[in-house]
């Protein structure tokens, strides 16, 4: 089966656009999951502070959990461009 960016060609998205928004969606959904372990409950926001942050954090290979928010913020700020790019046209 093909991955969703080898499916570009039908897509109405430009590659690159494709690329990170799928990026951002594996991101999320790993640090979803990982969050509903840690928590043994649904997860609904990312602590932003503490042990579990930094638990977290190392999960994911990263220094810190100041990095790992950072890293989110990033990923966010990715698929917010990218959104209103394809839908506002901006």
Request: some cysteine; hydrophobic content about 45%.
């Amino acid at each position: 089966m093909p991955s969703a960016i080898d499916l570009h060609p039908i897509l109405p998205l430009p590659r690159e656009t494709a690329r990170v928004l799928l990026e951002a969606y594996d991101f999320e959904k790993a640090l979803l999951r990982s969050l509903r372990l840690a928590q043994a409950r649904p997860a609904d926001c990312l602590p932003t502070a503490g042990h579990l942050l930094a638990r977290l954090a190392r999960e994911f290979g990263l220094g810190s959990g100041r990095v790992l928010v950072e890293r989110y913020r990033d990923v966010s700020g990715e698929v917010r461009r990218h959104y209103r790019a394809v839908v506002a046209g901006t």
